[in-house]
């Protein structure tokens, strides 16, 4: 049974009432009345581009990994969040998307070292400070935004620039850092009780009449990235690598084998022992998150049943 047989690329539903289709990077989304039907598929993209190969299990993983964090923040701000029938479907409220991705960051890793390394002291307006090495923790978490683009490259901004170009008001804007930061500490939280650090991750928001909602998916590992707590003080302080659960993985695989993403470059394919390597991976952060085990769905006939549940909701 081949890997592309067991995995969900791609969906091409005609539900009744439907009004739209949105194709994005891992997930499609269908629009129906005042709800949107989001389904998690196995694509992966990284450095913003979809990778031609699926990855087994992994629109499952993220899927349930987002409702658990989100039925657990609940409490600290409101979700477009009504049903999830599927466990690779999330049924929610249509809202009007705030054009900004909301990143926040406790630990010196990914961009934010690659601007570092390459000498900027400065990051989205906030002040980087010196002397500081790969993976080192911040004195406190940084916001560091950025422009949620329609195609291509999401594009960092400042504070400054996001009120300097009315993308949001003042108070929105308040509200929307308000939220990243509390939701942001409750992932850690969560993610500690579990001996994992939650090292940097994006949140998206939106409007549902008159008020800023949590949209789409949070801390899961292709929004987010986590260590291993136990040994990181020790592998800091080595200078070792650390070890790491999130997507860095496939971008370190790309790059060994000459892709970034830039013009000219070509995006090799990955074989099978890699892709059944990144499900392990996944399905490993999802049962070191939550603490419960993962149950593989029959995903024999996975479109048929994807259907099915949606229809079952409608």
């Known amino acids: 049974m081949s890997i592309e047989s067991q995995c969900i690329l791609e969906t091409q539903f005609r539900f009744k009432g439907q009004t739209n289709f949105y194709k994005g990077k891992v997930r499609d989304v269908y629009s129906i009345g005042n709800d949107l039907v989001m ?11 979809i990778l031609p190969r699926p990855i087994p299990y992994k629109g499952q993983v993220l899927n349930q990994i987002a409702s ?4 657990n923040t609940e409490d600290i701000c409101p979700n477009w969040i009504q049903k ?26 990914g961009h934010a ?3 570092y390394k390459a000498g900027g002291r400065e990051l989205c307006g906030v002040t980087l400070p010196e002397g500081m090495k790969e993976h080192d923790k911040f004195p406190s978490p940084i916001i560091t935004p950025a422009t949620k683009a329609e195609e291509g490259h999401d594009e960092d901004i400042s504070k400054e620039d996001i009120l300097t170009k009315g993308i949001v008001s003042p108070e929105i804007y308040a509200t929307l850092e308000d939220y990243t930061r509390k939701v942001f500490q409750r992932g850690t939280e969560m993610a500690a009780k579990q001996g994992l650090i939650l090292v940097d991750t994006k949140y998206e928001f939106g409007m549902l ?9 949070i801390h899961t590992p292709d929004s987010s990235r986590y260590f291993y707590a136990d040994g990181y003080e020790e592998r800091q302080a080595k200078g070792e690598a650390q070890k790491q659960l999130s997507k860095e993985f496939v971008r370190e695989w790309l790059m060994e084998n000459g892709f970034q993403g830039k013009e000219g470059q070509i995006m090799p394919i990955m074989p099978d022992d890699f892709i059944w390597k990144a499900s392990e991976r996944y399905i490993e952060l999802y049962e070191k998150l939550t603490g419960k085990a993962f149950e593989k769905n029959d995903n024999s006939n996975i479109k048929e049943r994807i259907e099915t549940n949606i229809l079952g909701c409608l």
């Open 68 to 71: 658990w964090f989100i039925k």
């Open 209 to 217: 009449n008159g008020e800023v909602v949590l949209i789409d998916e």
């Open 84 to 109: 999830v029938p599927d466990p690779n479907v999330t049924i929610g409220h249509s809202c009007e998307p705030i054009r900004i991705e909301m990143v926040i960051r406790g630990y010196l890793t």
């Open 39 to 49: 389904v998690a598929t196995d694509r992966i993209s990284a450095f913003d581009h």
């Open 113 to 115: 070292w690659r601007t």
